[in-house]
């Protein structure tokens, strides 16, 4: 297992990444982050939590009896991967991938796996 900072390089050794945090969604702030993109990733934490939110917000809305396993914002440049944390969803993943660079479905399928051996106490 490994905690929040540990697991920052794993995140970013995904092919295209070039940001990645995890973040309360309590509060909106980063736990841990790296990357080398241009995005502020403490304002991309923030902005996201509010997206996270707001879909929780919905399904509860709709009824939905299920949970989110992960959401993708498609840019024309990049793609913005948001996972819940499947032992904490107050905690979520966000992964900023180049889109030139990335294999989405490769991505997803490397940060389920992270996202099993990531333990935040």
Known sequence: MANARETMPKLL????CTGACIVDSNSGMTL???GSGPLDL???AAGNTEV????????????LNDQIED??????????????????DALFIY?????SRAN??????QL??????????
């Open 52 to 63: 996270v939110r707001a879909k929780r917000k919905t399904m509860k809305a709709l009824n």
């Open 32 to 34: 841990a982050s790296s």
């Open 95 to 99: 992964l900023v991938l180049d889109k």
């Open 42 to 44: 403490e304002i991309a």
């Open 71 to 88: 959401m993708l914002i498609t840019l024309g440049k990049a793609y913005h991967l948001i996972r819940p944390l499947g032992t904490n």
């Open 13 to 16: 050794e995904i092919e295209g």
């Open 104 to 109: 989405l479905a490769m991505a997803r399928l």
């Open 112 to 121: 389920r796996a992270i996202e099993k051996d990531l333990l935040v106490a």
